[in-house]
């Protein structure tokens, strides 16, 4: 297996390199379904401006955040009775599709309809609590969003946690981060490592739009849970990148344990990334006990990594741009910047994504 | 009369297109009179700092708020008992002309006269409780400031109440919302609004250097007074724009009610105006008792206003400019934009503003 | 001797003309000795990012602040128990040179080795209770840092105050305000400033890499202390300048009194400046009675300077650049733009500074 380069050369942002790449024909998680009511709600996707809500029939809509009319953003306004968009400023309403259907004082039938009023609109759907959003106005969605992991263990014993964090970095940098395991034997030490240090072999493999690495011998110790029923030594344990945005970490010792942490992805920016934790995890416990300990457990990681990946921002745009060495350790960052990559030209070709190999497929040992 | 289309291409403002234009031969508000007493005043006009201070006859300067030894803001420091402005880092004085007429240890009669060493200063007069500002150095002002309305009840049944705003907007902005009736109807509904609607004619007229409308079968209940003596059923009411600033609202009951709020815009910089309130009113009740309920009123309203010409700066801000559509009741905003862009583009021509009609006549018929 | 002219055309900064000129094979402040202990200083040198740490051998060292890996500054780490700093990210480690020492996890005798993965250095020494740095990467510093003066009275009657300030403003516009004699005379005339005027002679010298003011016949109560033991009148005063970032202001009454105030500049960017007052003294009275009056003293006077010169920094950005203008009383400001120009523009041409005198020298009048 090559050793991984840096990301290339090719990052979008202005004033300097940086592993800033939106593909545009994927879903991507817009909000948790049950944050999504009877008000308008603001994001911002890959830096523009969008309005969420949910029409007559409980169907969520995407608009552009802005009132044709006058500018102001149509989140500052409120969902008619009618299930409409009203805008704040002069009551102009639109249905799902964007279009104007009431112009408050203009006389005549259907005087509010005219092209010039409407406003563009995204594809939505909603599955496993999640509304979605196909960033490319005007394309066909293709596919469906990404499936949560099923369990089927006794449903006494599957529990599910889900906390979110606004990070101060390109989604690029969240993604990296989340599969990286070295930060985590050294960052996170004080919450994972044992004193002793062992050989760990990773296997990476593709996946189908995707990435993953299995880790072979790593001991109980040096994951998020010290002592396992039956003596067991070692975990099984995966890390996958699934594109566009989702990054997932797998925890088994068969047949007690299975916990999944599945991280969904906003990009509201190039630099600030929404990332959804769903933890969902079976073991011998009840679920109730669990959840607050995985809760407590998951937020203090997050804490130390939020920080950091804010430093990394930070000093990368201080710098003028990223400039990162890798090394063999750095098993997932760089085939998750190809995979990217490659989505994003692919668009711009209006070709399909080459379903080429990536190189990547091989074994790494390293010690933790 | 033909639809109204958006603000023209010629927004100056790097980064996109907006409502900015900023004629230089007019006189603009500087400060109310009673504001300007022996500290020196700092403004912006048009994003130029200007120090505002008064003479040792009393008599209101303006000069460019720089020093011109060390460059610190003549605002910091004060007006000397001489009646000259003086710095506050090495003590540099300056008369009204801008002229140095003192430089701290120099020695030698008249060693402080220099070129080099003095401030441009612009023109000045004080009318109607308010100083007056020529924002073009170096060319001679004509014409008078912009005369606020006579009233000739009986002095106790006159009023007048003042309220100054800085608003998020352009001034073209501010000018618009100020004279604009659909959102009156909607916005401010809770405040305005009845429950039934009528049909409403507006007259639009060209003026001297400005545009009006007059509306005609226009309810009581939709204006700012609910019940009238007499059991009139409709006002009077005209909106009126002036060059370059002025937005003038009256309604009369006649001959009860008369009420004229006169706005006076200083535009600050391209997305930040100050705006002066100077509600003139008479009625049969004491214009004391009437003074508190008109400046609640106008303050609630004001509140709503100013939170969305923010929003809509905003957002035009992050969409890289204005992108406005028009409805034939958008009555003032058009006519306002070609009236400043005239202006505008006259004074770069160097020549006098062409009085060629606006094509603005012509009547509107809404519902509200 | 010449009126001196304004800073001349070639301030480095983009967007206009500002007294900005950072030589860079020069020895710079970069903290006191104290300061730097167990824990990574952060600081920015002309705007570059810099961490210091001690070694193992307690040797000061500066590396650039930015982790090879995922670029995380090395200041968010710490000093590793071996004296190398340590990543707090994946916990790599770098020696004093900057060479990749460790990294966690990779397997292989000399593993962390790679030429890809090291950090530039500066070069650093430390005198007098200063850190200093050379900004040059890869150049040999040449000479010694600037040495504090020494003091020959009796130990007990000698004393030292060090404050330090983050002035908003260019290291230009720090090092001519703390040399200037009249903004004194006005600004802090409260505190300095007697009822009468006097008529005072200064006399300028050039100094190797340096320039010097001497004044004749001041009066002590223009000073900073208004009675002398003896009744002596008059001061010796000098203010001097050293290349490339020394004020100096020396106050005696031979034999009694000797105060010096040694201010040493680290320009953290072109428009923030660190200064640190190293003032010493020797009196009649005993130093431990003095520490509290200078002390209180000097933090008066420097809050009123410096807040002025953020006043000018500001000023002069809105502006779009400096547009100074100077008198024969501006006696060091120019020289001190002219030596640093000079400077830097050696460097540029790789030659050393020329010994050129500055044409500086003379004699003027002026009255305090």
Sequence with gaps: MAEPD???SEGTVPGGRYSV???KRWWYPACPSSTLRSKPVAITLMDAPVVLYRDATGFPRALVDRCPHRNVPLSAGRVHPSGTIECGYHGWRFDGAGSCV???GLLGKDAAASPTRNVPAYATTERDGFVWIWPEQGSEPTGEPFALPAFDAAPSKVGEVVFAYDLD???HAALENALDVPHTAFLHGGIFRSGEQHDITAVRRDLNDGVEVE???EPVAFGPIKTLPGGAR???????????CVAQVEYRVAPWVRIVNTILHLPLSPFRTR???VVRFSSPLPAKAMRPI?????????KQDADFLALQTENARRFGGERYTSTELDLLGNGIWRLLRRAERAERAGTPPADEPSSESGTVTFRA
């Design 215 to 217: 880790y072979l011998g």
């Design 21 to 23: 790449a939106f593909p």
């Design 275 to 277: 990332a959804w934790f």
């Design 6 to 8: 840096g990301p290339d």
């Design 102 to 104: 009431a112009v408050p």
């Design 294 to 302: 995985v809760l407590a457990r998951g937020r203090g990681i997050l």
């Design 169 to 171: 970095c390109t989604m």
């Design 234 to 244: 070692t975990f099984d344990h995966w890390d996958r990148f699934f594109l566009p």
